[in-house]
C-alpha cells in the first residue's frame, strides 16, 4: 500500500477520504490534530510540551509536530502504509517530513492535492455549523491556505509526486478517482 501525504483548503474532504481510504487498505490515517490531541491526552513527554504551546494559544513549532509524526510513522501499524492529512502545511515543513522519512527509511509516494473551488468550500464550511465557521474567518482561513500551499504544491509538482483531484464531485465520485491514484 502507498504512503500517501493529502493536501488541500479546508472542506476539500481530505479527511472524509482519507478515513475511507485507510480503513479499505487497513492503513493508518494520521491527522496532526488526532496526534496531538492524543498525544495530549496520554500525557506523553511530546503531548506535554504540546499542550503548554496550547494553552497559551499558539502554534506548535514545527520541530515538535515532526517529533510526534515521527513517533506515530514508527509504530507497527505504520510499517505498510499511512495517509498523512494535515502536514506538512508549508514548504518548511514538507523538508522537515522529506528527512525525517529519509532517516525512518520511508518514502513518500504520491501527494494528493484535493481541488476544490473557494465558492463551493464557503458553501460546505458554512454548512458544517461550527461556532468558529462564519463567512469572514472562512475566506480568512482559505487566505492562508493559498497563501501557504501554493508554494507546497509546486515542491511536490517538481518532485513529480503531486496528483491533483477534482474534489468538486460527490463522495464516490471522489473516493473513484482516489482509488485510481493509489492503484
Not at 510540551?49 to 506548535?60: I, K, T
Not at 454548512?127 to 501554493?150: C, F, H, M, P, W
Request: proline content about 5%; aromatic content about 6%; glycine content about 8%.
Amino acid at each position: 500500500m502507498a504512503r500517501l501525504i493529502f493536501v488541500g483548503p479546508p472542506g476539500a474532504g481530505k479527511g472524509t477520504q482519507s478515513k475511507f481510504l485507510a480503513d479499505a487498505h487497513q492503513i493508518p490515517h494520521i491527522s496532526t490534530g488526532d496526534i496531538l490531541r492524543e498525544s495530549v491526552a496520554a500525557k506523553t513527554s511530546l503531548g506535554v510540551q504540546a499542550q503548554g504551546y496550547m494553552d497559551r494559544g499558539e502554534l506548535v513549532p514545527d520541530q515538535l509536530v515532526i517529533d510526534l509524526i515521527r513517533e506515530r510513522l514508527s509504530k507497527p501499524d505504520a510499517q505498510s502504509g499511512w495517509i498523512l492529512d494535515g502536514f506538512p502545511r508549508n514548504v518548511a515543513q514538507a523538508e522537515f517530513l522529506d528527512a525525517l522519512l529519509s532517516e525512518l527509511h520511508q518514502g513518500c509516494d504520491r501527494v494528493v492535492n484535493f481541488d476544490v473551488p473557494d465558492p463551493v468550500l464557503l458553501v460546505r464550511l458554512l454548512s458544517r455549523g461550527r461556532k468558529d465557521d462564519n463567512e469572514e474567518t472562512i475566506r480568512r482561513r482559505l487566505e492562508v491556505y493559498r497563501e501557504q500551499t501554493a508554494p507546497l504544491i509546486s515542491y511536490y509538482e517538481s518532485q513529480q509526486k503531486l496528483v491533483t483531484v477534482d474534489g468538486d464531485q460527490s463522495m464516490d465520485e471522489v473516493a473513484a478517482a482516489l482509488n485510481q491514484v493509489v492503484a
